[in-house]
């Protein structure tokens, strides 16, 4: 994910600013964190906090969020907020029960969020990722598959954006 972001970078920077994950999480924030959402972390996603601590515009307008930002903080209230209100204005009927979502990655320019599904079912140690904007839009078996079609995400808009000439938008 790092290369296909520097790739981003080099190609389109005006649209797509260098950004790097921060270094891995260690075992007293990952502690912290299990403990500010009173159940432990998924086993996937604590694997890769481990190797990326949050990510400020890691991919599409959002932030992988850190173990520190897991139940608190701007970004985590923001995602709060935004899941209860496509709760309260949507028709939830066949969606995941709100209370066991956890936002794993936020946008801090629009109100789409990415969260764990808890009670979802587990595959590979891992539980569901969700992709709300308004409404649950995609769904991912765990945060291996999720991270991995971020990837694929990353590749396709690169490869638009070299066709573009570096431009994000068709002259």
């Known amino acids: 994910m790092v290369k296909a972001s520097m790739r981003l970078t080099q190609a389109a920077p005006a649209a797509y600013p260098l950004s790097v994950p921060h270094i891995g999480a260690g075992d007293e924030s990952i502690t ?21 601590n949050g990510w400020e515009s890691a991919f599409l307008s959002g ?17 709060e907020q935004s899941l209860d209100a496509f709760y ?12 066991e979502l956890v936002p794993i ?29 308004g409404e649950p839009i995609d769904l991912w078996p765990n945060v291996c598959e999720w991270w991995l ?12 954006v070299t066709k573009l000439g570096g431009q994000t938008t068709a002259p």
């Open 88 to 99: 309260d204005e949507g028709d939830s009927a066949g969606w995941p029960a709100r209370d």
């Open 149 to 160: 079609a971020m990837l694929v995400l990353q590749e396709k808009t690169l490869e638009h």
């Open 32 to 52: 912290a964190a299990a403990a500010r959402l009173g159940k432990p972390l998924d086993r996937q996603h604590e694997t890769l906090l481990r190797f990326a």
């Open 63 to 79: 932030n992988l969020l850190s173990a520190e930002e897991l139940g608190q903080g701007l970004l985590w209230a923001e995602a």
């Open 105 to 133: 990655h936020v946008s801090p320019y629009d109100t789409d969020v990415m969260a764990l599904w808890m009670g979802g079912p587990v595959t590979e140690n891992g539980h569901p990722v969700v992709y709300f904007s």
